[in-house]
T-cell receptor, first 115, second 115 residues
Framework: IAGITQAPTSQILAAGRRMTLRCTQDMRHNAMYWYRQDLGLGLRLIHYSNTAGTTGKGEVPDGYSVSRANTDDFPLTLASAVPSQTSVYFC??????????????FGPGTRLTVL | GENVEQHPSTLSVQEGDSAVIKCTYSDSASNYFPWYKQELGKGPQLIIDIRSNVGEKKDQRIAVTLNKTAKHFSLHITETQPEDSAVYFCAASLNYGGSQGNLIFGKGTKLSVKP
């Protein structure tokens, strides 16, 4: 694989169910991000991780959790999905080593519908 | 925190004409301003970026200008082609030393280039 992959491509989920969106990158980037994209609202940061073992909250973290056990993987979990979490979710990564600016590379997205 | 406003939300131009998208930001400390292009069904892709130590950057038909005093930056696309049709996002962040700030995105501009 090259770049960032996300799975699943799309998912329909019943409210109250647990769901994990997967994200894997092979660029050895230290930083990874999860965004949600809603019509008219652009891209909003949910959670981020600057390095394996650390995570941080973004603009809209409620209802979501993340983990970063290794450099390559950054799963996003919805513990109990609600209809307002219907959105397109994008994972991204960047190389934030000293001297690098925050150029982010995005995955293809996961379209999630919560009924 | 940082806030990024983007205008217009939609833009329609004739093939061969120029297109300009404008963004303003609120945090005068922000020093990195990328532009992303998102084609239908895909993740955003970086097309050009500018850092606060320069006022203009050009790459073939696209250019970005930055006015630090007024806290605004613009994307210029010349000789537009139908394949330029997409949603464009501006963003801003603060990067210093080895620390990267998170990107704050504008809400996007849907550009339509009519043949």
């Amino acid at each position: 694989i090259a770049g960032i992959t996300q799975a699943p491509t799309s998912q329909i989920l019943a409210a109250g169910r647990r769901m994990t969106l997967r994200c894997t990158q092979d660029m050895r980037h230290n930083a990874m991000y999860w965004y949600r994209q809603d019509l008219g609202l652009g891209l909003r940061l949910i959670h981020y991780s600057n390095t394996a073992g650390t995570t941080g909250k973004g603009e809209v973290p409620d209802g979501y959790s993340v983990s970063r056990a290794n450099t390559d993987d950054f799963p996003l979990t919805l513990a109990s999905a609600v209809p307002s979490q219907t959105s397109v979710y994008f994972c991204a990564s960047s190389d934030s080593r000293r001297g690098s600016y925050n150029e982010q590379f995005f995955g293809p997205g996961t379209r999630l519908t919560v009924l | 925190g940082e806030n990024v406003e983007q205008h217009p939300s939609t833009l329609s131009v004739q093939e061969g004409d120029s297109a300009v998208i404008k963004c303003t930001y609120s945090d005068s400390a922000s020093n990195y301003f990328p532009w992303y292009k998102q084609e239908l069904g895909k993740g955003p892709q970086l097309i050009i970026d500018i850092r606060s130590n320069v006022g203009e950057k050009k790459d073939q038909r696209i250019a970005v200008t930055l006015n630090k005093t007024a806290k605004h930056f613009s994307l210029h696309i010349t000789e537009t082609q139908p394949e330029d049709s997409a949603v464009y996002f501006c963003a801003a962040s603060l990067n210093y030393g080895g620390s990267q700030g998170n990107l704050i995105f504008g809400k996007g501009t849907k550009l339509s280039v009519k043949p």
